[in-house]
C-alpha cells in the first residue's frame, strides 16, 4: 500500500493558532505523523486494483457456477426424459 502524506508544518501552524504552545504543537505533529506511517492506509488506487481484481474473481466464478448448473441441468431433463420415456413403456 502507498504511503500518505502528512504536512506537519502545516499541521504545528494550526496547533499554534489555536494557543497550543510550539512543543505541545510539535510533539503532537510528530505523534500524528508516527501514527500514520505506523497505518497501513489504502489509498484510491489500492481500491481500485482490488476492486477490479474481485469483480474478475466474480466473473470466474459465476461462470463456473453456470457451467456447473448447466450439466446439472442436463442432467436432470436426461433422466426426466429416461423416466418418461420408461412409463411410456410400460403404459
Do not use: C, W
Amino acid at each position: 500500500m502507498n504511503a500518505t502524506t502528512f504536512d506537519t508544518l502545516q499541521f504545528v501552524e494550526r496547533l499554534k493558532e489555536a494557543n497550543i504552545p510550539d512543543a505541545q504543537a510539535k510533539a503532537i505533529a510528530t505523534a500524528v505523523r508516527d501514527s500514520h506511517n505506523a497505518a497501513e492506509l489504502a489509498t484510491q488506487t489500492d481500491l481500485r486494483k482490488y476492486e477490479s481484481a474481485i469483480r474478475s474473481d466474480f466473473e470466474k466464478l459465476e461462470l463456473r457456477m453456470t457451467i456447473k448448473l448447466s450439466s446439472i441441468l442436463g442432467i436432470i431433463i436426461l433422466l426426466s426424459m429416461g423416466t418418461l420415456t420408461a412409463i411410456i413403456k410400460l403404459l
